[in-house]
């Protein structure tokens, strides 16, 4: 039987960043400083939770942009997820960029599709943050008011900061893989079982290999925010593990307040989050009773 397969599209004008977002997500950190500009149509190739993930990197300058609009529409169709770049540095291209998106959204619901749309606000570098604060405010009521009848969502991103990058994309695909829901109600069931037996935890998060959240449960926003802080730092450091071998096992503590195991089965790095933890028993229980069902999910085919 073949496996489903899904199309992202990563689109944008010319120089807003298309291709150092998924340099960044394919830990090609190398070629961020000798980027030329995207000829055509770049293809790669990812598995996700056991499914193909095809990114459609569309170059952005004029004559590129001019065929996608006319000649080679269907480029934008079959696609599950579209994630539009705008350069929020470069305000002098807002009109333009926003002028190509509607054009975009033209094409495909006049095809009749509904893809989820991702608009990232790029190249917001932690330095110039507070300087364009009201930048991306302005972007997301332009933008916002052209997105009318659409699922979007906003992401500022920057690969100074491969948290937003690997949130934006990790959302994106969670609106369409199958498997998520099936992983949430594990990861819930196992986060009642685990509080019925005395432990506190408050949160748990799914990595694979690709570094992108499979799926992420957390008892609050405050849970959720300092494990999302704490997230690249323990995938580095991880990555610098496996660099000198292999990695299995990690324990971290953050001002007495936060607490990670994180562990490797597989392919799937499990990261369990909470206080003041008995690390034997909360593995114990995840180990005995949903490791297995959450190998069964990500290895089966729905």
């Not at 992202?8 to 980027?35: P, R």
């Not at 749309?117 to 604060?133: A, F, G, Q, R, S």
Request: net charge negative; charged share 25%; hydrophobic share 40%.
């Amino acid at each position: 039987m073949q496996s489903q397969q899904f199309k992202v599209i990563f689109t944008g004008l010319s120089n807003a960043g298309k291709t150092s977002i998924l340099n960044v997500l394919n830990k090609q950190f190398h070629k961020l400083a000798n980027l030329v500009p995207t000829k055509g149509v770049e293809r790669s190739l990812s598995t996700i939770l056991g499914f193909s993930v095809h990114s459609w990197d569309l170059g952005g300058q004029q004559t590129y942009l001019n065929e996608y609009l006319t000649t080679k529409q269907d480029t934008f169709l079959q696609a599950n997820l579209v994630i539009f770049v705008v350069d929020i540095q470069d305000w002098n291209t807002y009109t333009e960029a926003l002028d190509y998106y509607q054009k975009v959204l033209g094409i495909i619901g006049d095809a009749g599709e509904q893809p989820y749309i991702i608009i990232c606000l790029h190249k917001m570098d932690p330095e110039i943050y507070n300087d364009y604060k009201q930048n991306a405010a302005d972007l997301m009521e332009m933008f916002g008011d052209a997105s009318q009848g659409w699922d979007y969502k906003f992401f500022i991103t920057s690969i100074y900061n491969r948290r937003s990058i690997i949130e934006a994309f990790s959302f994106g695909i969670a609106q369409f893989l199958p498997k998520k829901k099936s992983l949430e109600i594990v990861l819930k069931n196992y986060i009642a079982d685990i509080k019925d037996a005395g432990e506190k935890v408050t949160g748990i998060m799914l990595w694979d290999e690709n570094s992108l959240f499979l799926c992420n449960i957390f008892d609050d926003k405050k849970t959720e925010k300092a494990s999302l802080n704490a997230c690249i730092g323990i995938l580095e450091t991880i990555e610098s593990f496996e660099k000198e071998g292999t990695f299995s096992s990690l324990f971290l503590e953050i001002n007495k307040e936060y607490q990670f195991l994180v562990r490797k089965v597989g392919k799937v790095y499990t990261t369990i989050v909470g206080q003041q933890l008995d690390l034997k028993n909360v593995w114990k229980l995840y180990d005995n009773n949903y490791l297995t069902d959450i190998e069964e999910i990500i290895e089966g085919s729905e």
